[in-house]
């Protein structure tokens, strides 16, 4: 979901800004001027040491024009109009040459890259070569590094804190300067005036987004315990357009995430890479290639490389520099993926990590860089994260900083440090382009029909409609609009128009709700909520560590598999289903809850809930009392109290308009609840306990790829009719979703106790990667296997009890049964990342196939956007 999200947003933006404008730009002029620049200046660089290299040679070939850098390694060169290409040279690095936009470029930083040392992708040995790690000196070199790695795990001392900076700046990538003079661009002026050279790609960027974080990481070993310490939060650029920016900021940062080669796998692009420093497997996932002996940074370092042994897998291509000595530390490493790589969407990816040994001897890491080039909606985009760390110490850290809730502290005004806090804080400089981006966002606000674009952007990403505006956000929004049409068997034509408040109206009570009707058994439906908040929120009332108590009051129609969707019932991509619907009830709801989040990851919902169901369609409650004539029951009410626990150690969010989202599925869950029925209080018919509890994990198996497991398990403890017995989740419609059953009918199975199990493996393209042609498509394969585990006591079963009601039929024909001896089981094989959008799964049925009116099997399909 989350890489869904981010691409929509991604993607939208190219098309705001340099496709949906054209219809309001012909014929437009703009008093913007273009400032002319008559000359370069700038520092040139060495790429490894980032000393300045002085007497670097500045020229524009060909044309009789050249300069030379100084000591300081600045430099200083005339410009001439049609100009776009300056060559940088010096002895002993590799010859740059590097595009400027003429007329607006005026300072452009190079770095050169020494001619001994190659950072670029390593080129593969050839096919037919013999590659052996018996007796080969490269694999005995990365054991001894593997062997010593723990000794740079800066978790070996009792203490230590560094202070960290990293920026995510996000740009349009390989702008080309020519068309600037071309249709609606030459009405665009601010953008051409936006553009500057990337200096490690030599291509021209735009950048659009710039996200900047300062803080400090303080670590305990004993009790084990750490923090990061939010200082300051700057953000600036097209995610302020958005009323939930920070989402987008907050899935790069888990997409692009720090890199530890020191561990055995490393997390980016919401997958595992091995790392090159793999205890587990990088001996036999990688080759390694001793080149030379070379010196970085005045240290005397071994140059070896490693390439995947099979390109497709998603590993590194790159370069360890290991210094010479019996610590066998890191001192510098580059990563890229190689070209062949299953990764979608990423053109190039690179990764370059120094590092820097303290007055006390600990290896300790620097300098952590990355770009990324992607391909989104047929448009090119830069992401470049810069890190840098400092000020390591491994003294005592007061114990008050660890009695802080949660793992993550942001200080209050962390939002709002000032020019001089940065100015301090800021170890690499804004470029001129990301320092001016309010600027930039100001000239596109001006284009004429761009906050209509905007609107239709956040409609599509968000799912509503805002009512406000950037300078008068919005306190009310309508939505969400996948659920404004929709159908089922007792409604027919369902329309529904739904809407919320935001903290902008009041920061701690927040109004929902929604009204519906259906026009085949014309009906009203509604919904209101309302919830107050014990702490101010920036947008809505569901934003992580949640604290409230709320009240709300429903009445709608609604089948029994409805509480198992992970969206809306009325989503209208869920509405088409794969059998008859048709055995639902209008239910009468009033609802109080408190519910409380912490940091740690636990939390604690209560509910008080009175609701009255009454049977509609092709179900009917039915008492079977054999010693009477059965009777018709109108509609059953319930009176129920519940308590349910959950803890979710590690996990985060973001949050959208509709819903909050996981931003990975790492997190461990346990779960834990008890419902309570209470007889006579509010009408209640029924006593009753109902117990569940669950846990998942996810277990990542390094390059054979991850398994996610469900387990749950739940008993009803007393006597009561099967609408308050246990019901399989199931899923009947042809999209497929976690945690549910693909083929169990709608109440197919009662039971009033059960146990499940839902695994999913994903092979990440294990299979298809190494099969000829078919490797190019990058496939990949899933399997998924579900159980479920019941049975029916006596007491509840209404063929050997009095009192309850008989199970629902169709036609005359029994549709519900109790389980048997055997469980439920199904097994699904799937394929993903067609056309890099589209999941397909074939789901079979494995037993109980005399059920009436059953699929045996199925085709699941789903839109899912992955790395």
């Not at 593997?146 to 978790?155: C, D, F, G, H, P």
């Not at 308009?657 to 346990?670: E, G, S, T, Y």
């Not at 390059?703 to 008993?715: E, H, I, Q, T, Y």
């Not at 039971?751 to 499940?756: E, I, L, P, Q, Y």
Request: glycine residues 6%.
């Amino acid at each position: 979901m989350k890489q869904r999200y981010i691409k929509l947003v991604l993607g939208l933006i190219l098309i705001a800004v340099s496709l949906t404008t054209s219809a309001h730009l012909v014929g437009s002029e703009s008093a913007i001027s273009v400032e002319v620049a008559d000359r370069l200046t700038g520092i040139v660089r060495d790429s490894l040491t980032n000393e300045p290299i002085p007497y670097a040679s500045i020229s524009y070939e060909g044309k009789g024009i050249g300069s030379i850098s100084d000591l300081n390694g600045a430099y200083r060169i005339t410009t001439r109009k049609g100009w776009n290409e300056v060559t940088f040279t010096a002895v002993g690095y590799r010859k740059k040459i590097v595009k400027f936009v003429p007329g607006v470029t005026q300072k452009l930083n190079v770095k050169l890259q020494p001619s001994d040392v190659q950072l670029k992708e390593i080129v593969v040995k050839p096919k037919k070569e013999k590659y052996s790690r018996k007796n080969n000196p490269a694999v005995e070199l990365m054991r001894k590094v593997i062997a010593n790695k723990s000794n740079q795990r800066l978790e070996e001392n009792d203490f230590y804190q560094y202070d960290k900076y990293q920026k995510m700046t996000t740009s349009l990538n390989n702008v080309d300067p020519d068309n600037f003079d071309k249709g609606i661009y030459k009405k665009m002026p601010f953008l051409v005036n936006q553009v500057e050279p990337c200096i490690e790609t030599n291509k021209l960027i735009l950048p659009f987004s710039v996200e900047e974080t300062a803080s400090q990481k303080v670590f305990r070993k004993n009790p084990k315990d750490e923090k990061t310490l939010i200082k300051g939060v700057n953000s600036s650029g097209v995610n302020e357009l958005f009323s939930t920016g920070d989402a987008m900021g907050a899935i790069l940062k888990d997409i692009f995430a720090d890199v530890n080669i020191y561990d055995d796998d490393i997390r980016l692009l919401s997958s595992r890479f091995i790392s090159p420093i793999s205890s587990k497997s990088a001996i036999s996932f990688y080759k390694y290639y001793i080149m030379d002996t070379v010196r970085v940074d005045k240290d005397s370092c071994i140059h070896l490389t490693f390439v995947p042994n099979n390109s497709q897998d998603f590993g590194f291509t790159g370069h360890l520099y290991i210094i010479k000595d019996s610590t066998y530390a890191v001192k510098k490493c580059t990563m890229n993926l190689p070209k062949k790589t299953g990764v979608n969407f990423v053109d190039n990816l690179d990764i370059i990590q120094s590092y820097e040994q303290l007055p006390n001897g600990e290896w300790v890491l620097k300098d952590d860089d990355m770009i990324a080039e992607l391909t989104v909606v047929k448009g090119q985009l830069q992401v470049r994260r810069t890190t840098r760390y400092s000020n390591y110490a491994f003294n005592e850290v007061s114990p008050k900083v660890f009695k802080l809730k949660g793992s993550t502290v942001k200080d209050v005004d962390a939002m709002m440090k000032g020019d001089e806090f940065w100015k301090d804080v800021r170890p690499v400089p804004l470029t001129d382009k990301e320092n001016g981006m309010d600027m930039f966002i100001k000239h596109l606000e001006e284009i004429p029909g761009f906050k209509y674009a905007i609107i239709g952007l956040r409609a599509l990403i968000e799912n509503f409609i805002e009512t406000g505006s950037k300078d008068h956000p919005s306190k009310f929004d309508f939505g969400p609009m996948n659920t404004i049409i929709g159908s089922n068997s007792i409604e027919g034509l369902r329309l529904r128009l739904s809407g919320q408040t935001t903290a902008k109206l009041f920061p701690q009570l927040f109004f929902s709700g929604y009204y519906a009707y259906g026009f085949k058994d014309n009906k009203s439906k509604y919904k209101g909520t309302v919830e107050y908040t014990f702490d101010k929120k920036e947008f809505l009332a569901r934003e992580f560590p949640k604290h409230s108590i709320s009240a709300s009051y429903m009445y709608d129609v609604m089948s029994p598999m409805d509480k198992f969707l992970k969206t809306d019932k009325d989503n209208m991509f869920v509405g088409l289903k794969t059998t008859t619907v048709d055995q639902m009830s209008y239910i009468r709801d009033v609802s109080f809850k408190y519910e409380r989040e912490t940091m740690s990851g636990f939390s604690v919902a209560m509910t008080v809930n009175n609701r009255n169901d009454e049977p509609t369609g092709n179900l009917f409650y039915i008492k079977n009392d054999r010693a009477q004539v059965p009777n018709v029951v109108h509609d059953i009410t319930t009176t129920e109290t519940s308590l349910q626990l959950r803890f979710a150690p590690g996990e985060t969010f973001i949050n959208t308009k509709q819903r909050r989202l996981p931003i990975n599925f790492d997190a461990p869950i346990f779960t834990l609840s008890h419902t309570m029925g209470i007889k006579d209080v509010m009408g209640g018919d029924y006593n009753f306990n109902l117990t569940e509890a669950g846990v998942y994990k996810r277990f990542w198996l390094s390059s054979w790829g991850r398994l996610d497991a469900f387990v749950k398990a739940g008993k009803q403890w007393d006597k009561v009719p099967f609408p308050l017995l246990i019901m399989p989740a199931a899923n009947l419609s042809y999209v497929t979703q976690r945690e549910t059953f693909n083929l169990i009918n709608n109440m197919e199975f009662l039971n009033d106790k059960f146990a499940s199990l839902d695994l999913t493996y994903d092979m990440n393209g294990k299979i298809f990667n190494r099969i000829p042609l078919i490797k190019r498509l990058k496939l990949r394969e899933i399997f998924k296997f579900k159980a479920l585990y019941g049975s029916l006591s006596d007491k509840n079963n209404p063929d050997k009890s009095d009192g309850l009601f008989l199970f629902p039929t169709r036609n005359g024909q029994t549709t519900s049964f109790p389980m048997g001896k055997d469980p439920y089981m199904e097994f699904s094989v799937g394929i993903y990342n067609i056309f890099k959008i589209l999941h397909v799964e074939y789901t079979r049925r494995l037993n109980y196939l005399d059920h009436p009116g059953i699929n045996k099997d199925g085709i699941r399909v789903a839109m899912l956007l992955n790395f």
